[in-house]
């Protein structure tokens, strides 16, 4: 099993940038698939951006495309999210999730066994 542990929220003001981070431990993650999710309040979790084991292919949500970049350091078993010119309505909790069937391309929380605890991201007008 992979544990994850995301970092790097926080309140940032409209047009400012995060870095996410999401570190995992228990199993190198090198062939597994990578996503990131969010939950705002009174919603439910939907499908960010996601990496493939060899971070040679991404894929992203139509409403980050061109704001957001996920990557990955297979070396350090972690992944990051880079998330540029905010908006009020990408508030919401992170979450970092893992499928070591290295399915990329779906969009599904059900495809990943594996989830960090979220990490607040608070962006203001």
């Known amino acids: 099993q992979v544990q994850l542990v995301e970092s790097g929220g926080g309140l940032v003001q409209a047009g400012g940038s995060l870095r996410l981070s999401c570190a995992a431990s228990?199993?190198?993650?090198?062939?597994?698939?990578m996503a990131w999710f969010r939950q705002a309040p009174g919603k439910e979790r939907e499908f960010v951006a996601a990496?493939?084991?060899?971070?040679?292919?991404?894929s992203y949500a139509d409403s980050v495309k061109g704001r957001f970049t996920i990557s990955r350091d297979n070396a350090k078993n972690t992944v990051y999210l880079r998330m540029n010119n905010l908006k009020p309505e990408d508030t919401a909790v992170y979450y970092c999730a893992a499928d070591r069937f290295d399915r990329y391309r779906q969009t599904s929380t059900g495809y990943y066994g594996s989830w960090g605890q979220g990490t607040q991201v608070t962006v203001s007008s």
């Open positions: 990496i493939s084991g060899s971070g040679s292919y991404t």
């Open positions: 228990g199993r190198t993650i090198s062939s597994y698939a």
